[in-house]
């Protein structure tokens, strides 16, 4: 596979986890109940980064990220994870879900750039 294609997967890949985070925290910020279609795939995000050893591919570049920013600790995760399926939204809750969707857009911004030659 060529490096474009190999880019042009992870940005898709990481574009869609950024997406769902997104319209998470549009709906948490609103007041609004997610619906499961919206809260289960960031979800399922959080918790395979939460076990990254057995994660898929673009989940373990997901958390390489993560970790070497310093973003979403673990033990984070997992408070994140329990207030998410408990449906209750703290402010650490969605201040992590922020850094998060920052971490996931700037990682979109950068594969972007390689696949544009920049």
Same mark, same amino acid.
């Given at each position: 596979?060529?490096? =474009? !294609? ?25 007041? *609004? +109940?997610? =619906?499961?279609? &919206?809260? $289960? @795939? ?8 939460? $076990?990254?050893?057995? %994660? @898929? ?5 997901? !958390? /390489?990220?993560?970790? !070497?920013?310093? #973003?979403?600790? @673990? /033990?984070?995760?997992?408070? &994140? ?7 209750? #939204?703290? @402010? %650490? /809750? ?7 969707? %920052? ?5 979109? %911004?950068?594969?972007? +750039? *390689?696949?544009?030659?920049?």
């Amino acid at each position: 596979m060529s490096d =474009t !294609g190999i880019y042009a997967g992870g940005y898709q890949r990481v574009r869609d986890y950024a997406e769902s985070v997104d319209r998470l925290l549009l709906d948490l910020k609103s007041g *609004r +109940a997610p =619906t499961e279609e &919206i809260l $289960n @795939p960031v979800i399922s995000l959080l918790e395979a980064l939460e $076990n990254h050893q057995n %994660a @898929p591919a673009a989940v373990q570049v997901v !958390g /390489t990220l993560l970790r !070497g920013r310093k #973003a979403l600790v @673990p /033990t984070r995760l997992k408070d &994140i994870v329990s207030d998410l399926k408990s449906r209750h #939204a703290s @402010p %650490a /809750t969605l201040a992590g879900l922020e850094e998060f969707a %920052a971490v996931l857009d700037e990682e979109r %911004a950068a594969i972007s +750039a *390689r696949l544009h030659g920049v």
